[in-house]
């Protein structure tokens, strides 16, 4: 009542030397009241902050903002926990202390306008952090001198480097590299979708997966929970596929009377014979990487009874195709094992066997199978070599044709240069000499006349 007084009187431009006695003896409890006008009430927000993005942590309650820098390897190296204030009051400036369990006094201010809502910022980590300790942070808020406002206490909980959501073992290596993938992530998910960055991809929560081309992946991780929540993780060039060693194709030759294989490791300068005895003398070679471990192994094809007979380790005994059918292999579904096949020159028909059956019509009656990975995909394709024309026709969406050899010559495939993809050559009875076609032509005497030629990584 009084200082409604005063001020009329000083409106009025009049006061008597009782007021201003009045004044005088009075202006510190004046000049609090005046003050309390812009007194700043300092609110916390009731409803919580924004969810975090998916590659920040999750944190406490109590409307806490959080705002993490991590390096490539997970470790965090700015780490900001944020609090809501509101100013309740008239604009005017504002002055924070924050200090916590592990963090010295830090105080700032600043100028609100009334109603406005700022984030008051308190920064755990400045520099390189392994981990984020649990302590209690503390906010005080108080406008020009009108006093301290306790705006509460948040309880940090420990963090660690950033979860990545997954982990790959190993993570490098020579192709075919399998890698075995396990989620890491927090959270009861029900759906799980993997990119192997290969083109692969998995639904299943812990799955392995083999990469056959050298290369460097990304992988990448959703998981949800359907009509819920979810979540996603990516880790760049986190797979490094490298080739293997000696990842060209070699030569060899399969003797029917001895019903033995003599396979050339090594160059021309150094290598050695592997002779290996299987099968009869009416029977047709094949070779293959029957277990996936990148090595080819060999096996027969039987017409009699036309059935494979695959040596690793063991006999595999598959029974596939008719007397009159040649026999073929390839790794039909790019899992990195090669599967069998046939082709029937009555039907000028590849008969393919994976789980299912593929057919695939091409070339002509008189025409001698090839197959071969012609555009290094990890995928075997097929082709015919027509001894009237001596010439390849390779299928692969578009048909390659390619002139190489005579009409008596006998056609193989292989990946002569280590580059992934599959070139052709011929074999020569006559001269019991292999010549491949890859950039110039490389001449590789082996075996005698009455040989058939294979080709492999032995």
Not at 96 to 101: F, K, N, P, S, V
Not at 396 to 402: L, V
């Amino acid at each position: 009542m009084e200082l409604r007084r005063l001020l009329k009187k000083i409106r009025c431009g009049w006061m008597d030397s009782d007021y201003e006695n009045v004044l005088l003896a009075r202006i510190p409890r004046y000049f609090l009241l005046l003050l309390a006008l812009f007194a700043v009430v300092v609110t916390i927000p009731t409803t919580s902050a924004l969810p975090p993005a998916p590659y920040l942590p999750t944190g406490p309650d109590h409307g806490q903002h959080i705002d993490a820098s991590y390096f490539p390897n997970g470790q965090i190296y700015s780490y900001l926990v944020g609090n809501d204030v509101t100013n309740g009051g008239g604009a005017g400036n504002v002055f924070y202390t924050i200090y916590g369990d592990h963090l010295s006094l830090k105080s700032k201010i600043f100028w609100m306008e009334s109603g406005e809502t700022v984030t008051v910022w308190a920064e755990l980590c400045d520099g390189i952090c392994s981990i984020i300790p649990a302590q209690m942070l503390y906010w005080n808020v108080r406008a020009s001198q009108a006093g301290d406002t306790d705006v509460g206490s948040l309880i940090i909980t420990p963090f660690t480097p950033r979860n990545h959501g997954f982990s790959g073992t190993p993570k490098s290596g020579p192709a075919p590299l399998t890698v075995n993938f396990t989620d890491t992530s927090a959270g009861s998910w029900t759906v799980w979708e993997w990119d192997f960055g290969d083109g692969g991809t998995s639904t299943l929560q812990n799955p392995s997966h083999t990469y056959l081309r050298s290369g460097t992946y990304n992988v990448s991780l959703f998981v949800q929970i359907p009509r819920n929540s979810s979540t996603s993780y990516r880790q760049d060039n986190y797979i490094t596929v490298t080739s293997v060693t000696n990842t060209m194709a070699e030569t060899g030759v399969y003797r029917p009377s001895a019903h033995t294989f003599y396979l050339k490791n090594g160059t021309a300068v150094s290598w050695t014979t592997t002779a290996i005895n299987w099968g009869t003398s009416t029977d047709l070679p094949v070779t293959g990487d029957w277990n996936g471990d990148g090595r080819t192994d060999v096996g027969v094809y039987r017409p009699s009874a036309h059935t494979f007979y695959l040596k690793n380790g063991t006999t595999t005994a598959i029974n596939w195709g008719t007397s009159t059918d040649l026999p073929v292999t390839g790794d039909w579904n790019g899992d990195g094992i090669t599967d069998i096949g046939v082709y029937r020159p009555s039907a000028h028909t590849f008969y393919l066997k994976n789980g299912t059956t593929t057919a695939i019509n091409w070339g002509a009656s008189t025409d001698l199978p090839v197959t071969g990975d012609w555009n290094g995909d990890g995928r075997t394709d097929v082709g015919v070599y027509r001894p009237s024309a001596n010439t390849f026709y390779l299928k692969n969406g578009t048909t390659t044709a390619i002139n190489w050899g005579i009409s008596t010559d006998l056609p193989v495939t292989g990946d002569w240069n280590g580059d992934g993809i599959t070139d052709i050559g011929v074999y020569r009875p006559s001269a019991h000499t292999f010549y491949l076609k890859n950039g110039t032509t490389t001449a590789i005497n082996w075996g005698v006349s009455s040989d058939l030629p294979v080709t492999g990584k032995w």
